[in-house]
Structure formats: C-alpha cells, structure tokens
C-alpha cells in the first residue's frame, strides 16, 4: 500500500494528464457526432493537436521534467481556450511546481470570466484559495475561502483548511467557530478537538490571571469532552482557589487513566502565570502540597509505570532527597529485569551524586555498551514529529493528543 501512496505521489503529475487526456478523447467522442459549431474535420485536427500535446506533456511528467510539461499544456490552452479542465491542469501544475503566481493568475482569469457556470466559478475560486494557502499569503487565503463559503456553505474541505490555518495562528476564538462549523458539515466527530481549542482558550486565560474566564472555557471543554489537558487545568485551578482534598482526588484519577502523562501533568503544574503575588504564593504552597502528596502515592500499580516512577525520583532530586530518589530506584531496577537506558542514565547520575563510584563505574559501563540515543523529550505518535516543548496539538500532522515522551539522555 505504501509503494503505491509513493508512487502515485512521484506520479501525480503524470496520473492527471494521463486522466486528462482520457477527458478529452471521452468529450471528442461524445460531441463527435453532436458538434454543430465546428466543421468535422477541424475538430478532427483539434483532437488530433490536443492529443499529441498531452501525449508529450505526459511523457515530460514521467521522465520528471515539469518546466517543458507545463509549455506543453500551455499550448493546448492555445489550440481550445475552451476546455475548462486543461486550466484547471494547468493551475495545479504550476501551484505544485512552486509557480503560485502563474497559478493564482489562471485561477484568476477563469473566476473573471462571463461565460462560465456557477460550478466551474467556485471551483475556481476554492483553487484560488489553495493557492494563497499553499503560497503561504495566509490573509488572503482566510478571505479567498470565506468568499467560498459566501457561495456554498456545504465544503467540508474548506472549513478544515479554515480550522487548521486558525489552529496554526492559535486564534482559538476563529478556530472554535469553524471546528463548530465542520462538526455540523462532516460526519466526524469533533468533541475532542473543540474540548482541546477551548482549553487553549483557557490556558492563555490563565497565564493572564484571569481565573473566571479560564474557568468558563474550562467547564465548556468538559462538556464536549475530558481531555487530559482539561484535567491537568483543572488541577492547577483547584490549587488556585486552595480545593487541596479535590485536587489529590484529581491527581489520583489522572495518574491512574494515564500514567504515562506523569511528567506532562507536573511540568504543566509548574508553568508561570501572571496575578498578585499573594495568589502566586498560596498556589506555590499548596502545589508543594500535592507534590508531597504525590511522593507519598505507594500504589505498586502506579509505581511499576516508568513515568510515574521517574516523575517521583526527580521531584525527590528537585526537594534535595537524593537518598530517598536513589532507594526508590535502586529498588525498581533490583525487581525489573529490562529497565531502560533512561532508567539506567537517572541511576548513574544518582550514583554519582551520592558519591557511590564504584557502583557508578560498573553501571556506566554496562550502559555505555547498549546506549542508543534520545536527542528529545516528546515525540508525536502519528507522525514522528521530535520536539522539546509540550505540544498538545502536533505542529506537523495537526493531530491532537498525539504527544508521546521518553526521557531526555
Ligand atoms: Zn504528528
């Protein structure tokens, strides 16, 4: 299946002219017999011209040279400005060839013109967006596809180029409004990613100060759906206004639903945000009271989780319990067999602290022999995408929630 994704992708190109040629003799053949304009045999030579022209079009394609391509399609614009679909050709070949400005100009010329239909007008006009979009002209292409939608509000394409150009610019007010759209357009279900906008919404909110607004968002986003994101912001609201018993019930759930979102779940906690110092203080206060709270957790189910298990070992570093950190670890590695190589990194480094050299040699030693790399912290599990920073949406495959971790070396 992959080879042929490829292939047709190396292929595209050559794919649409070998259709396009396929239109034309199916219209030659068509109108053969019901052309009253044209004489027989000048659409007879029309064809003809027509059909070598794509037939060395289509050879350039698959030899892989798209300037001589696009001069051959060019001069079948010539021979029948009629034919829609040749513009059309010639549009995206000369957007997937970079040249967005001849691109925009054909899609231009075709919007202008008279005598076309409705249909043809607004397929223009949706290529037209494409263009700006794929061209990077971001304003333009949010104005080309509104007009679109001006026409015909039915186009679940546009209104998810719509979402995910105002999902890049994080204008989560626009990305809302049209996520909203697509959900009544399209028949996916879209209850997480209006939950993830909206707690996007309520996280700016509260890196203000701003706790009512971020609480309304908040409460909007649990009722289309209890993103992890969700919850995690809704720990950080509960120490604000000082809920501790509610907040460890929280904790609790969320480690138990996801473990492996440890790390996330403390790394968030700990974010900056703007307000007067005494709330400032109080959250800090009570924060260092759920942490105490987390450190004391002896669920083994919850510590046979490596995030769990690494989340507490660094918050011990972080409040200067080495000793604590380095019984905790010394114990998983002794009762599991195949720890990992971060594991192992976080066992030397303790070593080394508490000046344990020999111990810490040996085990170096052992590591150095099967290291393999981890350049970064978070990965996405759809696509691959590497990144250092908490990405709750994937800035490469616009995926939500896809964020994996693993541990820096
Ligand atoms: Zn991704």
């Not at 507490?312 to 590695?333: D, F, I, P």
Request: with cysteine; glycine share 4%; charged share 30%.
């Amino acid at each position: 299946m992959e080879f042929y994704v490829a292939w047709i992708q190396d292929h595209l190109l050559a794919v649409v002219a070998v259709v396009l040629t396929m239109i034309l003799i199916y219209h030659y053949l068509i109108e053969r017999d019901s052309g009253v304009k044209l004489s027989k045999r000048y659409r007879n030579s029309i064809f003809e011209a027509q059909s070598k022209v794509f037939l060395n079009a289509t050879q350039y394609l698959i030899s892989g040279n798209r300037d001589l391509a696009i001069k051959e399609f060019l001069n079948a614009v010539d021979i029948n400005r009629e034919t829609i679909d040749t513009y059309f050709a010639l549009g995206g070949l000369f957007r997937s060839n970079g040249e967005i400005e001849k691109a925009i100009s054909i899609h231009r010329s075709l919007i202008a013109r008279e005598n076309i239909s409705e249909s043809v007008r607004l397929r223009s006009l949706k290529e037209l967006a494409v263009d700006f979009d794929k061209g990077g002209f971001i304003d333009k292409a949010i104005e080309t596809y509104k007009d679109v939608l001006k026409i015909n509000r039915d186009q679940y394409e546009v209104i998810q180029s719509l979402c995910r150009i105002y999902e890049d610019i994080e204008d989560w007010d626009q990305a809302y409004h049209y996520r909203i759209m697509l959900s009544k357009v399209g028949h996916e279900n879209q209850a997480e990613t209006i939950s993830h906008i909206l707690v996007q919404k309520a996280k700016i909110y509260f890196g203000k100060g701003d706790f009512g607004r971020c609480r309304e968002d908040l409460e909007d986003a649990f009722r289309f759906a209890p993103s992890v994101s969700a919850k995690i912001l809704r720990l950080r609201l509960l120490l604000i206004s000082g809920d501790l018993e509610e907040s460890k019930n929280l904790l609790s759930e969320l480690l138990k639903e996801h473990p492996m979102y440890a790390s996330f779940i403390f790394e968030s906690m700990s974010k900056l945000f703007k307000g007067e110092d005494k709330i400032q203080e109080d959250y800090q206060a009570r924060y260092k009271m759920l942490r105490d709270f987390f450190l004391e957790i002896d669920d083994q189910d919850l510590l046979s989780s490596p995030s769990v298990l690494l989340s507490k070992v660094r918050l011990l570093k972080e409040g200067n319990r080495s000793h604590s950190a380095y019984e905790l670890l010394k114990n998983w590695m002794d009762t599991n067999k195949n720890p990992s190589e971060v594991m192992k990194v976080e066992f030397v480094k303790l070593l080394i602290e508490l000046d344990q050299r020999e111990e810490a040699l040996s085990q170096t030693k052992e590591l150095l022999n099967n290291l393999h790399q981890s350049l970064t912290k978070h990965y996405c599990s759809n696509c691959g995408f590497n990144s250092d920073d908490i990405f709750w949406r994937c800035p490469q495959c616009h995926e939500w929630e896809t964020i994996q971790f693993r541990w820096k070396v």
